[in-house]
C-alpha cells in the first residue's frame, strides 16, 4: 500500500470464495495503513451479517483509526436475491456526489423495492437474519457430511462466514470439471474465474450452499460423479 499509495481498496467482510475473514487486529492495521496513505478503504459488507463462526466483524469505519471508509450494505443475501436494495455509509460530501451520480445513471431505484426494504429493516429484518444463518449452517452441515462420504479424497477449509466452500478436487482440471458439473446439471465457478494469480484457482471450484441440506446432499453426490 506504501508503494502503490491506491486510492481505493475494495476489501469484503469475508472473502470470495475461500469465506476467510481478517482478525479485528489485522483490520485495525489495514485501516490505519489505509489513513496514513490516502487511501480510501471500500467495506463491502453485503455479506457481513452472514458469520458462521462467533460474531460478525465490525465495520471498518467503526474502528476509530480515522481512515476514509465507504461501507457498502444491503438486503439482497438475506432475503432473496432479487432484494436488490442496498447503501453506502460515508462522509456527506461524497455521499452527496454519489447521490447525483446514481440519480443520472439509472433515476432511482424501484420505489416498490424500496418500500418493501423499509417495512423488511424495521419489522423483520433481526428474525430474517437469524433464520437465514441457522439455514446456512445447516446447509453447511449437510455439504460437509456429503463432502466426506462421497469426495473424502476432496479438500476445504471450514468458512468463517458467507455462503460458499473454496473446495479442491486433487488432480482436476477445474475448468474441465466445471464444464462437466454444467452438463450434470449442479454448476459451479471453477477456480479460474478467482484468479489474481495464474494457477492459483488450480483443481478448485467454488461450492455454495444455500440450498436446504438434502438438496445440497444430492448436489454433491452429482459433483462427486463428475471427478476424473
Not at 148 to 174: I, T, Y
Request: with cysteine.
Amino acid at each position: 500500500m506504501r508503494a502503490a499509495r491506491p486510492g481505493a481498496a475494495y476489501v469484503t467482510t469475508f472473502h470470495n470464495p475461500t469465506g476467510t475473514a481478517i482478525t479485528e487486529v489485522d483490520a485495525v492495521r489495514l485501516a490505519e495503513m489505509a489513513s496514513a496513505c490516502g487511501t480510501t478503504l471500500i467495506d463491502d459488507r453485503i455479506t457481513g451479517e452472514l458469520a458462521l463462526t462467533g460474531r460478525p466483524s465490525r465495520p471498518l469505519a467503526s474502528l476509530g483509526t480515522g481512515a476514509s471508509v465507504v461501507t457498502i450494505g444491503g438486503l439482497s443475501k438475506i432475503f432473496w436475491g432479487g432484494m436488490r436494495i442496498g447503501w453506502l455509509h460515508a462522509n456527506a460530501t461524497l455521499a452527496a456526489q454519489l447521490r447525483q451520480r446514481k440519480a443520472a445513471m439509472d433515476l432511482g431505484s424501484p420505489a416498490f423495492l424500496q418500500r418493501l426494504a423499509r417495512v423488511f429493516l424495521e419489522d423483520h429484518y433481526d428474525a430474517t437474519l437469524a433464520w437465514r444463518v441457522a439455514s446456512m449452517r445447516e446447509s453447511l452441515d449437510a455439504t460437509v457430511e456429503a463432502l466426506k462420504e462421497f469426495a473424502p479424497e476432496w479438500e476445504f477449509r471450514m468458512p468463517d462466514g458467507g455462503p460458499c466452500l473454496w473446495v479442491k478436487v486433487p488432480g482436476a482440471n477445474a475448468d474441465r470439471f466445471a464444464a462437466r458439473a454444467a452438463d450434470a446439471g449442479v454448476p459451479v465457478a471453477p477456480g479460474s474465474a478467482f484468479e489474481v494469480v495464474p494457477g492459483g484457482g488450480a483443481s478448485r471450484f467454488r461450492l455454495p450452499f444455500y440450498l436446504p441440506p438434502e438438496e445440497m446432499r444430492v448436489g454433491v453426490k452429482v459433483l462427486a460423479e463428475q471427478a476424473p
